[in-house]
């Protein structure tokens, strides 16, 4: 008993990140229906940026910040330099340009910080929870790491539904041409829904990298739990990016648990191809309407 | 037929040239070139995959990991000569390659080189979740030795040399005529217009899963000849690194390009070390130098397909189109010509027929002022493409 | 066409830029008049680098130490050490290198079980020296298979059995549970303590692959079964590892583990940002009181000679990198080659070095002797004891030695270790 309240409850702190990265690939998707494979190498390489400022400053929010306006700016810069001349051609162009970036990512901070592994200091401490004898099998750092994904989200939602800025951005990612007719700069929405991804990919890296080591790598697996994750609750919906994180989180730590870390991954491959087979536009997405 | 034997005497000239470069080049040369026939034959399949059907795949690797294995498995436990079981690796793989089609048969786009990816990360913990039978991270032995017939003075990476290039050759020869037989041209009619095609009769689900059985068996085949050469099969040797290396020869090569897959292959092989050790001699320690080759690969895909899809078959070309050896660039040219008349009827808007059916969203969304503006016509030229060679 | 043709030009190619490796038998490779030219295989990079990318250096560092000197019969000892990433099938890339390529004399101290695994065949059917590989794996001790593969370091059963009776001797009666890497080095290592540690104390067996460091369910598992002393063969990386998800799970047993992963300078380095921080009660806290065994004098005994002597060469050829237990390893591996080398005598061949170490080593460096036979191909064949206290390893009893085998004792020895000779050079 003691074991599943452990795993349910660090499934969930898991299954945060996995959420937080896929409302990333979500935001990107919906905005320029381009898949970033490389949302992973950038929250590893602004959780970089964060262990820099933090040595050097020896104050952890200034590095939180650092990260967080790190892939404001990644985030916008990848949209415009390497994203937007590869909009409207052929995808393939765009995926082969998003994992050129994906490796050209981790290539860049082996090379300018050296691929040992490093550990990553926490917000809060790491030592286990519990209520009276019971331990809980999380951390201080995550009920932080909950927080602060729900918090974000929230945010943006709230951003999105309320603000001017916010229906400027989805009428650009819903019917371009007319949003440019009406006086909407759409180029810039764009590079604004990649800056904001940038953050929240940023935001992951930050709150995972405590649990384990930081090194060019690191982001690889959590990517592509992330993409599972959004593919789970369907690339549309925003909601359904947290909904199957936390679904994810929890069932693949139950498999692990259970079953033994080995069968994660083949785990979550299955679960891929079920829904892709099955329900593809994901869990919480309406069913397209036919298509002749 | 005149393509076939126009093919197979190429193929033979090549293989005599091959023989007699094997007999003299040496050991560690020999070692190279088999791990260079290796990756050609699984970026040869790749290549088509993308090229020609036009599906994305960031996952050979495993295909080639299934062909490794089976082939390591065979010759362990039942001990069969190489002769037989390479076509059972390459059964084997074609098999695995034809249930994830099934599988994965209505994905396009993004989706598709998501799952992909997925498998390439996970398959290799098939080999720690069966531990007993696939050792593991430690991999299995493959032991290959020089047949009694072949001679007493040729030394096993001679051997293993001529194995490699000869699977290479056959490869080569079967896939070039495949590229110009009428399925190579339904795969290109699939690629450009999927609505088109399949209201011209063709059974574009069977032709998507063939593609894929046809570059696993590809990466099935080059799976074995690596396992060959690195005498042991592992999943460090058939890791996410192996298919984004291969995506990388494809894409640099060319794609859709035979000879394409040979100019990626040899980057592949020769270029990371050069790169890691002119680091090394520029002071770096290993920990930053290991990582030159890596960013080396992103910035070559990112800049390949910003500046130049074709390639360096495409750079080729267009050099022999420039120094006037007309004839041979239009020969050459063929399935590149996907690359260069995409780019040119490309419009801002991702109104292509990929686009359409690759993202199952509300149909709110579709409406897209610029998805009704024409594609202008192919060129008659275009097509020419069928009568030249590679 | 094209394709094909291609195919044939770069192999053309590679015939005009190539030289010819057929050697002529007749002088040893790898000997030259003024050279000796080793290779190896190291994890520079990846999982395993953490501590273990300081040992080829360190070697290197006693080396360059023995050629300001003389050298060995006036050769200077080429190190070329390349980096596999603790990945076996890069191993068997970069071996093969140093063998068709750099025409290397002999491999020397190939580091890791399941890498050096993957070339120790192609290495004896080449007839390769292949000398004190950086493994306690017992597959090196099999002088009919392999008859040019040597051992070094204290083998895993071996470690295993002397920890086993420790444990069983001091923790009677508690629960005991294994945590270990899962190959060879972590099963000879379980194999070891099975011999010694009573069956009904085991409660529970977990093991980790180093390609996956999600390790939170065998801690929960190993937490569920209750165990009080947790027993680790890990490499430092993972030690760190379990430190810290022992943390998140508030689980804390008493860790004993492998001298392979146990370096304190190391875990200290790789949790470095958790000593930080203090209030949890971090920094050396999180190595204190970890229990350990050692086989080379402990680097807390500075008045040793051997300390003394590797601090000079660390101080003038390695200043930059730490004075642990990674760079004592590293010279002191480079010092037993050395001493094998001269016995090799002063015309060098491959066989004969393999005959030097088969007529045996006289004890050096390390606290018990070899074992080294014409039908024994292990090293060191005991250690002590230690704590860590305070970063520093603290010998606790005397050195114990024994044999591989299930029944063999472990029994005390007591002959001193012979001191380090003044000129930090091994006498021929």
């Known amino acids: 008993m003691q074991e599943f309240v452990e795993f349910t409850l660090s499934g969930l702190a898991t299954g945060m990140i996995y959420a937080a990265i896929a409302m990333s690939l979500v935001l990107v998707w919906r905005g320029t229906r381009v898949l970033n494979y490389a949302q992973g190498a950038m929250a590893m390489f602004t959780a970089y940026i964060a262990f820099t400022v933090i040595n050097h400053t020896g104050s952890y929010w200034l590095g939180f910040v650092a990260a967080l306006m790190a892939g404001l700016i990644l985030g916008a810069a990848v949209e415009r330099t390497v994203i937007r001349p590869v909009t409207g051609k052929p995808p393939l162009n765009a995926v082969i340009v998003s994992i050129g970036l994906l490796i050209g990512l981790e290539g860049l901070a082996g090379v300018l910080y050296g691929s040992g592994y490093r550990s990553f200091p926490p917000a809060y401490p790491i030592t286990g929870l519990s209520i009276g004898s019971v331990a809980l099998g999380i951390t201080e750092n995550d009920l932080f790491t909950a927080g602060a994904v729900l918090a974000a989200a929230g945010l943006l939602a709230a951003a999105f539904r309320y603000s001017s800025v916010g229906l400027r951005l989805r009428a650009a990612a819903f019917s371009p041409g007319v949003a440019r007719l009406l006086g909407v700069r759409v180029g810039r929405m764009l590079t604004l829904g990649w800056a904001l991804a940038g953050l929240l990919g940023a935001l992951a890296g930050l709150l995972v990298s405590p649990g384990t080591f930081l090194y060019p790598n690191s982001m690889d697996t959590i990517f592509v739990l992330g993409f599972t994750a959004a593919v789970i609750g369907g690339l549309e919906s925003p909601v359904g990016a947290v909904a199957g994180g936390l679904i994810l989180g929890v069932v693949l730590n139950y498999v692990g648990g259970y079953l033994g870390s080995e069968s994660v991954d083949l785990f979550g491959l299955a679960a891929l191809l079920l829904v892709l087979m099955f329900r593809p536009t994901g869990l919480f997405s309406a069913a397209p309407a036919r298509r002749v | ?390 | 066409m094209a394709a094909v043709a291609g195919l044939a030009a770069v192999s053309m190619t590679a015939a005009g830029c190539s030289s010819s490796s057929s050697s002529t038998a007749t002088s040893t490779p790898g000997i030259t008049a003024t050279t000796i030219t080793i290779g190896s295989h190291q994890p520079l990079t990846g999982i395993a680098a953490p501590g273990y990318d300081e040992i080829a250096p360190a070697a290197n560092a006693y080396f360059q130490f023995v050629n300001a000197h003389g050298g060995i019969y006036g050769r200077k000892i080429k190190y070329i050490y390349l980096n596999d990433q603790y990945n076996p099938s890069i191993t068997t890339t970069v071996v093969h290198q140093l063998v068709l390529r750099n025409n290397v004399y002999a491999i020397f101290n190939g580091l890791g079980t399941p890498t050096h695994l993957a070339v120790a065949p192609f290495l004896n059917s080449e007839h390769i020296p292949d000398v004190f590989v950086a493994s306690g794996c017992e597959c090196w001790n099999a002088p009919s298979t392999l008859p040019d593969t040597t051992g070094w370091q204290l083998d895993y059963v071996r470690e295993g059995k002397i920890l086993g009776s420790y444990i069983e001797q001091h923790f009677k009666g508690e629960k005991i549970g294994f945590f270990y890497q899962d190959d060879e080095f972590g099963q000879d290592g379980v194999k070891g303590l099975s011999d010694e540690i009573p069956k009904s104390q085991i409660v529970s067996e977990q093991n980790y692959n180093p390609t996956n460091i999600k390790i939170a369910p065998q801690v929960a598992a190993l937490k569920a079964a209750k165990a009080q002393v947790v027993v680790s063969f890990t490499v430092p990386a993972f030690t760190a590892l379990l430190k810290l998800t022992m943390l998140g799970l508030k689980y804390s047993p008493q860790l004993v583990v492998s001298d392979v992963g146990s370096d304190p300078i190391t875990l200290a380095g790789l949790l470095a940002s958790f000593a930080k921080n203090t209030s949890a009660g971090f920094g050396n806290a999180l190595t204190q009181g970890i229990i350990t065994d050692g086989y080379l004098p402990s680097l807390g005994s500075t008045s040793d000679s051997w300390i003394q002597m590797f601090k000079r060469i660390h101080d003038q050829f390695i200043p930059k990198l730490p004075l642990d237990g990674n760079v004592l390893y590293g010279m002191s591996v480079g010092y037993t080659f050395v001493q094998a080398m001269f016995k090799a005598g002063k015309n060098p061949t491959r066989q004969s070095l393999i005959n030097a170490i088969n007529s045996g080593l006289s004890q050096g460096v390390s606290v018990a002797p070899y074992a080294y036979s014409a039908t024994d191909h292990n090293g060191i064949t005991g250690a002590y004891i230690g704590v860590i206290q305070n970063g520093v390893l603290v010998p606790s009893g005397g050195v114990l030695v024994t044999d591989d085998s299930a029944t063999g004792p472990v029994t005390a020895y007591t002959v001193a270790q012979p001191p380090a000779p003044t000129s930090g050079i091994p006498s021929p």
């Open chain 2, 1 to 390: 037929m005149p393509t076939l034997a126009r093919h197979l005497g190429i193929a033979i000239v090549a293989a005599v040239v091959l023989l007699l470069a094997t007999n003299s080049i040496g050991d560690y040369r020999n070692y190279q070139l088999t791990e260079l026939a290796a990756f050609v034959v699984a970026v040869a399949g790749l290549t088509v995959l993308i090229g020609l059907s036009g599906q994305i795949s960031i996952g050979n690797g495993a295909f080639m990991a299934v062909g490794g294995y089976i082939a390591a498995l065979i010759l362990a436990d039942l001990n069969w000569p190489l002769i037989a079981i390479l076509p059972a690796a390459v059964v084997g793989a074609a098999l695995a390659g034809a249930i994830f089609g099934v599988a994965a048969a209505r994905l396009r786009g993004p989706y598709l080189a998501g799952t992909t990816l997925m498998l390439a990360v996970a398959l290799p913990s098939v080999a720690t979740r069966f531990q007993s039978v696939l050792g593991g991270d430690q991999g299995l032995g493959f032991f290959v030795t020089v047949p009694g017939s072949v001679g007493s003075n040729v030394t096993l990476i001679h051997w293993q040399a001529w194995v490699s290039c000869a699977a290479a050759l056959v490869t080569l020869v079967l896939l070039a005529n495949l590229v110009r037989s009428r399925v190579g041209r339904s795969w290109r009619a699939v690629r450009d217009d999927e609505v088109a095609a399949a209201l011209a009769g063709l059974n574009v689900a069977r032709l998507q899963i063939l593609a894929f059985v046809v570059s696993a068996a590809c990466a099935g085949l080059g799976g074995m000849l690596l396992a060959m050469w690195n005498e042991s099969v592992s999943p460090g040797l058939f890791s996410l690194t192996l298919s984004i290396q291969l995506l990388t020869a494809a894409v640099l090569g060319g794609l859709g390009s035979l000879a394409g897959a040979i100019w990626g292959s040899a980057v592949l092989v020769l270029v990371p070390t050069y790169l890691e050790n002119l680091a090394t001699s520029h002071g770096m320690t290993a920990t930053t130098s290991s990582s030159v080759p890596i960013l080396a690969y992103g910035v070559v895909l990112i800049a390949v397909m910003l500046a130049f899809p074709s390639g360096i078959q495409g750079a080729l070309v267009l050099l022999a189109r420039v120094t006037g050896l007309q004839q041979l660039a239009r020969r050459a040219a063929g399935p590149l010509a996907w690359q260069s008349r995409r780019s040119v009827q490309s419009r801002p808007a991702a109104e292509s027929s990929w686009s359409e059916s690759e993202s199952p969203r509300p149909e709110s969304e579709l409406s897209r002022p610029e998805s009704e503006s024409p594609r202008p016509q192919s060129q008659p030229a275009a097509e020419s493409h069928e009568k030249g060679t590679l």
